[in-house]
């Protein structure tokens, strides 16, 4: 049975409406989901801060400040996923880099899924997957995950 749970990033040149253009960037969770959630997936990613729903998986605390996102994969079919987006204007910047804290513990199954970094650059109509992962990693946070977006 595998899932897979999707962060897209969009890149584009031109300005849209909550586009981010600021760098560093941060985003932590704290107050909200800030992304956007697709309206094309099967599941939604969500804040929390007391551990994940279904037993023997994680995380049960953030890996900084109080609150994460997270996806509930348990009981989901194959194929289905959780799609979360935010468009980035890299154009001021010469060599762009994703970081980020993860977290994919499904009890040693490893069948619990897909975690993956992929990115359009023509306002999603195409995607170009950058990073994934699958499995159990681990009951333990994995921290400053890089991917270049310059490639």
């Not at 990693?137 to 995950?145: K, S």
């Amino acid at each position: 049975m595998r899932k897979a749970l999707l962060l897209f990033l969009t890149f584009s040149s031109f300005a849209l409406f909550g586009q981010v253009t600021s760098y560093p960037y941060a985003e932590g969770w704290e107050t909200s989901i800030s992304w956007t959630q697709s309206t094309t997936d099967n599941l939604n990613w969500t804040q929390d801060a007391n551990g994940t729903p279904s037993s023997s998986t994680g995380p049960s605390a953030a890996n900084e400040g109080t609150f994460y996102a997270f996806v509930e994969t348990s009981g989901s079919s194959a194929g289905n996923t959780a799609i979360i987006e935010q468009d980035f204007n890299l154009s001021s910047l010469t060599n762009p880099l994703f970081t980020f804290d993860y977290h994919m513990y499904f009890n040693g199954s490893a069948s619990g899924g897909t975690l993956k970094v992929d990115v359009s650059t023509d306002g999603g109509t195409t995607w170009c997957n950058l990073w994934s992962k699958s499995g159990d990693q681990g009951n333990m946070w994995h921290d400053n995950e890089p991917v270049p977006l310059d490639g």
